[in-house]
């Protein structure tokens, strides 16, 4: 399934995608490895262990991203010109190698651009969610979005897209 454009998005459209992720160990060492982030509590089981999680907990980079990349190829696949912000980025539940998240989106905002006439902005509110029906993750991407093309006839009757 692709994105949709601008056009066919109303603020209230939900959509709970398909795809579950159960999340591993190499995913979380890949990730806190490759930001050169040297937490201890992503890395060390021994010095998780002492924490109050008892355990080592996923970067929290990775769950973001995550929760962005599910929700990808029924939002913005294909119909995307840039994603302009994230806002109010929270994480109130750990996420531990094992657990398994779907994810959630909701079209809380759209209005036409006021540079662009072949775009607009949709505001999608993202929810990663464990296999105990806690968030773990959530999020407002706003995205600047394609418009479906404008048809012009001319006297000749030639369709000349705009």
Not at 106 to 123: I, P
Request: hydrophobic letters at 40%; aromatic letters at 6%.
């Amino acid at each position: 399934m692709t994105g949709r454009l601008f056009d066919d998005w109303t603020v209230g459209d939900r959509i709970d995608h398909p795809i579950r992720r159960t999340v591993t160990e190499t995913d979380n060492v890949l990730m806190t490895t490759l930001t050169h982030n040297p937490q201890p509590l992503h890395l060390d089981a021994e010095y998780a262990a002492a924490t109050e999680f008892g355990r080592i907990v996923v970067n929290g980079t990775f769950t973001f991203a995550l929760m962005v990349g599910i929700s990808v190829g029924e939002t913005t696949l294909g119909t995307l010109v840039a994603n302009l912000g994230y806002d109010k980025l929270v994480m109130p539940k750990p996420v531990f190698v094992g657990d398994t998240l779907r994810v959630a989106s909701e079209v809380v905002d759209k209005r036409e651009s006021k540079s662009r006439a072949d775009a607009g902005l949709v505001v999608f509110r993202h929810e990663a969610i464990n296999q105990r029906d806690e968030v773990v993750c959530s999020c407002l991407r706003t995205a600047l979005m394609h418009r479906q093309a404008q048809v012009i006839t001319t006297p000749n009757s030639i369709v000349i897209p705009a």
